[in-house]
């Protein structure tokens, strides 16, 4: 069973960084970072995508960048250049198969709350 443990999330100012982790139980393949903001659905930010580059959504590409050490079972979200409309609960998710940016993901994790302000 995947287990998945978020960390670092924040109350930063516009303009700030912030580094998010997702350290992984278990097997995982498959693994992308998502957010929902109040009120809004749950959008897809960042995928690892085998053989290629990752996928970013619009809004985040230039600015966000997402790894993983898979020695370590851990994902990383780097933030960069922060602005209010990226306040929203993070969350890493993982599936054994390709997900890409849509929620169809199998597991879960608790989320981290990030907060900007200007």
């Known amino acids: 069973q995947v287990q998945l443990v978020e960390s670092g999330g924040g109350s930063v100012q516009a303009g700030g960084s912030l580094r998010l982790s997702c350290v992984a139980s278990?097997?995982?393949?498959?693994m992308a970072w998502f957010r929902q903001a109040s009120g809004k659905s749950r959008e897809g930010v960042a995928a690892?995508?085998?053989?290629?580059?990752?996928v970013y959504s619009d809004s985040v590409k230039g600015r966000f960048t997402i790894s993983r050490d898979s020695a370590k079972k851990t994902l990383y979200l780097q933030m960069n250049d922060l602005q209010p409309e990226d306040s929203a609960m993070y969350y890493c998710?993982?599936?054994?198969?390709?997900?890409?940016?849509?929620?169809?993901?199998?597991?879960w994790g608790q989320g981290t709350q990030v907060s900007v302000s200007s």
């Open positions: 998710a993982a599936d054994h198969e390709q997900r890409g940016l849509t929620p169809a993901y199998k597991y």
């Open positions: 278990g097997w995982t393949t498959h």
């Open positions: 690892l995508v085998p053989y290629a580059p990752p």
